[in-house]
């Protein structure tokens, strides 16, 4: 059974930075993908980033680019999601994703966390 666990959340001023982390139990072997994505009050969840073996590329959603950083340790089965000079409109509940093999869209995983609040002040 794979679960993935959140943590590094928390409250920030604009401007400031952030750093998520999600360790994935379960398993031995390693994801073809992880990936996070996050949700704000009242929206759906929308994706955030994506790093995926098969491809050897990380992906970001436009609102995130430049700002945003997505990277794992393979042997620590852990993604890790860099965030710089937040905005308020990156506060929402951010999960991180996971999958053990390809599929051809960065965006879909079987496993998800439980998520971690993330809140920008102005």
């Known amino acids: 059974q794979v679960q993935l666990v959140e943590s590094g959340g928390g409250l920030v001023q604009a401007g400031g930075s952030l750093r998520l982390s999600c360790a994935a139990s379960?398993?031995?072997?390693?994801?073809?993908?992880m990936g996070w994505f996050r949700q704000a009050p009242g929206k759906e969840r929308e994706f955030v980033a994506a790093?995926?073996?098969?491809?050897?590329?990380?992906y970001y959603a436009d609102s995130v680019k430049g700002r945003f950083t997505i990277s794992r340790d393979n042997a620590k089965n852990t993604v890790y999601l860099q965030m710089n000079s937040l905005k308020p409109e990156d506060t929402a509940v951010y999960s991180c994703a996971a999958r053990l093999r390809y599929y051809n869209d960065y965006k879909a995983y079987d496993y998800w966390g439980q998520g971690t609040q993330v809140t920008v002040s102005s």
């Open positions: 790093d995926i073996l098969y491809t050897r590329g990380t």
């Open positions: 379960g398993r031995t072997f390693n994801y073809d993908g």
